[in-house]
């Protein structure tokens, strides 16, 4: 493969909010090369979530990446809240004027994204190594061009670019190669974490299942008619190796008990534990670099809103380098983060109030578990509640 040795803009990490990045701005004819530092297959083996939002569902179609997801994918009008052993739906296509979400894994977008890119002629570099990036700083008297420098099949390589994109994750490289003093971090860390399954059965219901009940939350999810996607609320530090198939059913069974209902079993074919955090950094930019994704933000799992971000974020970015590739204006560029953020700290209010709503806090207040109960129940029986709850989770429209 021919090395490239310059492009207009240098994206790092090839997740949804790169991969999406480098194929709007192909769209625009504007010139993108993504460095990964895991092979394609890992990125796109990675089990991660699964709700795309309406608005993500119609970008990917709009820009011909939909395809797979229109045949695959699974549309639902509705999620079902449960406790007190008792189901209540929330439905979205009646609350929210027809919308809906789709049930498509990330790593099948990941995917989709990947062979477009690819197809197009597009570059994506994996299993890079020692990336670092430089020269970003637009108050720089020098002026010298943005740069990643990367290890790549033993070689030295280094890529100078107009502009930086920092898609590369919370762990990534990108935000802590700004200023530290510049940058302001928000974050939240929950007492608890999720131990997840993937398992070969059948969803035992057309919809998600958000539960709370004495025991912790839990949540039934799938990615097709035949697997599962199971959630138990657990300790932050949890040891899986303490979670024998057996036992994780045995509690999944506890905690989504409900009259006349059955949960499905079956082998579990993965299982893992992830820690819960809320987390923002601002402002999303700085010089000639911007942050987009996970690099800038992470919500907790609850409100399945993590890729949906990310794909906002880009699709702002790409508008911002498209105006000044069309016109050299910097007003969109410049108002990156302040446009983004507005939407970030949405996201982060329905995140969080979804998981203080479902989750069990240490120290066990009854008024917190009444309190939550009561809001569970005005939640599910008053138009008003159930609508604000159905919005976000269809997805807030852009705000350009
Ligand atoms: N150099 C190159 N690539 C890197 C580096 C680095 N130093 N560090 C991390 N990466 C890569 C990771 O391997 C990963 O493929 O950057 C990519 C970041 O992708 P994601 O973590 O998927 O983040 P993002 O694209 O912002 O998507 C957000 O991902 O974390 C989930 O659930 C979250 O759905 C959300 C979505
Ligand atoms: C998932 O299917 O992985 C999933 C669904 C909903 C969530 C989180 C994860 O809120």
Redesign the pocket.
């Given at each position: 493969m021919l090395i490239p040795s310059r492009t207009q803009v240098g994206i790092?990490?090839?997740?949804?909010?790169?991969?999406?990045l480098s194929h709007l701005l192909h769209l625009q004819g504007i010139e993108s090369v993504v460095?990964?530092?895991?092979s394609r297959q890992?990125?796109e083996e990675?089990v991660?979530?699964g709700v795309l939002e309406h608005g993500t569902v119609s970008l990917l179609t709009e820009t011909g990446v939909g395809e797979r997801m229109k045949r695959e994918g699974m549309v639902h009008h509705g999620i079902e809240l449960r406790f007190h052993e008792r189901g209540h739906r929330i439905d979205f296509e009646d609350l929210t004027g027809g919308k809906g979400i789709t049930i498509y894994s990330?790593h099948e977008v990941?995917k989709d994204l990947t062979n477009a890119r690819l197809a197009a002629g597009g570059q994506v570099l994996f299993e890079?190594e020692k990336?670092s990036v430089h020269d970003f700083d637009d108050s720089q008297a020098t002026r010298s061009k943005p740069k990643i420098r990367?290890r790549k099949d033993a070689q030295n390589c280094e890529l100078t670019c107009d502009f930086l994109a920092g898609?590369?994750?919370?762990?990534?490289?990108?935000r802590p190669s700004i200023p530290a003093a510049v940058l302001v971090e928000y974050e939240r860390i929950y007492p608890f974490g999720w131990l997840g399954i993937l398992a070969e059965a059948p969803p035992s219901s057309d919809e998600l299942i958000y539960t709370y009940h004495d025991r912790g939350f839990a949540l039934l999810s799938m990615r097709s008619e035949k697997i599962s996607r199971l959630y138990l609320q657990c300790q932050p530090e949890e040891d899986i190796d303490l979670w024998p198939d057996e036992r994780i059913w045995q509690e999944l069974n506890t905690r989504l008990a409900s009259e006349g209902w059955h949960l499905t079993h079956g082998p579990i074919l993965q299982k893992g534990v992830t820690g819960m955090r809320s987390f923002v950094v601002e402002p999303m930019q700085y010089g000639r670099m911007f942050l987009?994704?996970?690099?800038?933000h992470?919500v907790p799992?609850t409100g399945a809103?993590?890729?949906?971000?990310?794909v906002a974020?880009v699709r702002v970015l790409a508008r911002g380098l498209a105006d000044f590739y069309a016109t050299g204006r910097r007003e969109l560029l410049d108002a990156y983060s302040q446009t983004c953020l507005r939407r970030v700290w949405k996201v982060q209010r329905f995140s969080w109030w979804m998981t203080s709503m479902l989750h069990r806090f240490p120290g066990d207040n009854p008024f917190d578990n009444r309190r939550q109960l009561a809001e569970l129940d005005y939640v599910t029986s008053s138009r008003a509640a159930s609508q604000s709850l159905a919005e976000n989770y269809v997805g807030l429209p852009m705000e350009w």
């Open positions: 790092v990490g090839a997740g949804p909010a790169g991969l999406m460095i990964e530092n895991r890992y990125v990675r991660r979530a990330q990941v890079v990336v990367y898609c590369d994750g919370f762990h990534g490289i990108c987009a994704g996970d690099s800038a992470i799992p809103k993590g890729l949906n971000l990310a974020d």
